[in-house]
């Protein structure tokens, strides 16, 4: 699930929709089939020649360089031939031999510089792919006594993440969460879910309480604030120092939740740094958790005591969502902003049986897509449920 499932997408669409379309290439040698054609049953004051460049045009991006050679040298040959067999070898002959082998020279130069251009946006794409699945890592079905699903969508449908983040970890005090959403878009936002989720990846696991954890994330993002990355130049020396960079500084925080599920998953702490409330789904019923909201993590220096945790007990069958503002702020053709809880507790009473994490999920997902099939922020939704007592 999560980034993960959205790169599979990526790549299976890019499968049934490849650029260009395998019926393109037949396009260039029947276009001159045609010329052809239309050469031979017009008058002879009527030249069609010309349409041969138009031939080689195509197959620039349909062939490799030999075969924009082989359409052009094609094209030259049959149009010498045919005029000569009509014997009316004259100045528009000349010209559009001169016209078509000249563009057949520099066709198949640009076809070269196409392919190199093509294998050098595979290559970065892919390492741009693994660097985001290595940010946002696939979520499993289970951790231990916890069972999870989630569902993960970039506002741009070309990008795999954008501003929202989330990470699950399993560590010494119990399986930990980050749902989280960066105020900030493009590259910015991409560089700060890589300091946050680093940052919480690490602290997780060396910190006995989440308040600690929060305060390891706020040192990074306020390293980041006061000592921003530099913009490469072409030469590699960076555009701007660190003190010149950039950006206003007060982009640099993220409202997130911080979970820590204890051993047999019945326990979960919740330290809300002011991310959206969790929803739990108990006995078919959708209700809001009740949290203690502090202020985003980056803004630390603003706090005036120490955030609280809140802890909450799951029974078997519960149900806890975090998710991001992204889900709740999708709107409608009218402008309706998507009413999660309200359409979660219908899905709820509809159902018959059981509700899984995955069930839930999905559903979310699609339901949010038909609510607003245009999305204008990144969308990020996690279920989490205790399994039950025994369970493999």
Same mark, same amino acid.
């Given at each position: 699930?999560?980034?993960? =499932?959205?790169?599979?997408?990526?790549?299976?669409?890019?499968?049934?929709?490849?650029?260009?379309?395998?019926?393109?290439?037949?396009?260039?040698?029947?276009?001159?089939?045609?010329?052809? #054609?239309?050469?031979?049953?017009?008058?002879?004051?009527?030249?069609?020649?010309?349409?041969?460049?138009?031939?080689?045009?195509?197959?620039?991006?349909?062939?490799?360089?030999?075969?924009?050679?082989?359409?052009?040298?094609?094209?030259?040959?049959? #149009?010498?031939?045919?005029?000569?067999?009509?014997?009316?070898?004259?100045?528009?002959?000349?010209?559009?031999?001169?016209?078509?082998?000249?563009?057949?020279?520099?066709?198949?130069?640009?076809?070269?510089?196409?392919?190199?251009?093509?294998?050098?946006?595979?290559?970065?794409?892919?390492?741009?792919?693994?660097?985001?699945?290595?940010?946002?890592?696939?979520?499993?079905?289970?951790?231990?006594?916890?069972?999870?699903?989630?569902?993960?969508?970039?506002?741009?449908?070309?990008?795999?993440?954008?501003?929202?983040?989330?990470?699950?970890?399993?560590?010494?005090?119990?399986? =930990?969460?980050?749902?989280?959403?960066?105020?900030?878009?493009?590259?910015?936002?991409? =560089?700060?879910?890589?300091?946050?989720?680093?940052?919480?990846?690490?602290?997780?696991?060396?910190?006995?309480?989440?308040?600690?954890?929060?305060? =390891?994330?706020?040192?990074?993002?306020?390293?980041?604030?006061?000592?921003?990355?530099?913009?490469?130049?072409?030469?590699?020396?960076?555009?701007?120092?660190?003190?010149?960079?950039?950006?206003?500084?007060?982009?640099?925080?993220?409202?997130?939740?911080?979970?820590?599920?204890?051993?047999?998953?019945?326990?979960?702490?919740?330290?809300?740094?002011?991310?959206?409330?969790?929803?739990?789904?108990?006995?078919?019923?959708?209700?809001?958790?009740?949290?203690?909201?502090?202020?985003?993590?980056?803004?630390?220096?603003?706090?005036?005591?120490?955030?609280?945790?809140?802890?909450?007990?799951?029974?078997?069958?519960?149900?806890?969502?975090?998710?991001?503002?992204?889900?709740?702020?999708?709107?409608?053709?009218?402008?309706?902003?998507?009413?999660?809880?309200?359409?979660?507790?219908?899905?709820?009473?509809?159902?018959?049986?059981?509700?899984?994490?995955?069930?839930?999920?999905?559903?979310?997902?699609?339901?949010?897509?038909?609510?607003?099939?245009?999305?204008?922020?990144?969308?990020?939704?996690?279920?989490?449920?205790?399994?039950?007592?025994?369970?493999?």
């Amino acid at each position: 699930m999560g980034a993960g =499932r959205a790169a599979a997408e990526h790549r299976q669409w890019d499968e049934q929709h490849p650029w260009p379309p395998r019926w393109l290439r037949w396009v260039p040698p029947a276009l001159v089939v045609v010329t052809m #054609l239309l050469d031979q049953v017009t008058p002879q004051r009527y030249f069609f020649g010309a349409l041969l460049s138009a031939s080689v045009v195509l197959a620039l991006f349909t062939y490799p360089p030999t075969g924009v050679l082989a359409v052009g040298a094609a094209g030259c040959v049959l #149009l010498a031939v045919t005029q000569s067999i009509e014997d009316y070898v004259g100045p528009m002959t000349v010209v559009a031999l001169t016209v078509l082998a000249t563009v057949t020279v520099l066709s198949a130069a640009l076809c070269v510089v196409r392919r190199r251009t093509e294998r050098r946006f595979h290559r970065v794409q892919a390492v741009a792919e693994a660097v985001q699945l290595a940010l946002l890592r696939p979520l499993p079905a289970r951790i231990g006594p916890l069972r999870l699903a989630g569902f993960y969508r970039a506002a741009d449908d070309e990008a795999l993440i954008g501003g929202d983040l989330y990470s699950v970890r399993p560590t010494p005090f119990g399986v =930990r969460v980050i749902v989280g959403d960066v105020k900030g878009k493009g590259i910015g936002a991409t =560089r700060t879910v890589a300091t946050v989720i680093s940052s919480f990846q690490e602290a997780a696991l060396l910190h006995p309480s989440l308040g600690e954890v929060a305060e =390891r994330i706020d040192l990074a993002l306020q390293l980041d604030r006061e000592s921003p990355p530099s913009e490469p130049m072409d030469d590699g020396r960076p555009a701007h120092t660190p003190a010149q960079a950039p950006g206003p500084a007060d982009e640099v925080f993220v409202t997130a939740v911080l979970l820590e599920f204890s051993a047999d998953a019945r326990v979960v702490r919740v330290l809300d740094r002011g991310h959206q409330p969790l929803l739990t789904v108990r006995h078919g019923t959708a209700s809001v958790a009740k949290g203690d909201h502090s202020l985003p993590l980056g803004m630390s220096d603003l706090l005036t005591a120490p955030p609280g945790t809140v802890t909450h007990t799951l029974d078997a069958g519960d149900i806890l969502i975090a998710y991001s503002d992204g889900v709740t702020e999708a709107r409608d053709s009218a402008g309706t902003f998507y009413p999660l809880r309200e359409r979660l507790q219908d899905h709820c009473s509809s159902s018959t049986g059981p509700i899984s994490p995955n069930a839930l999920v999905t559903f979310i997902e699609e339901d949010v897509a038909r609510w607003a099939p245009t999305l204008g922020d990144d969308l990020v939704a996690i279920a989490f449920q205790p399994a039950p007592s025994g369970d493999e």
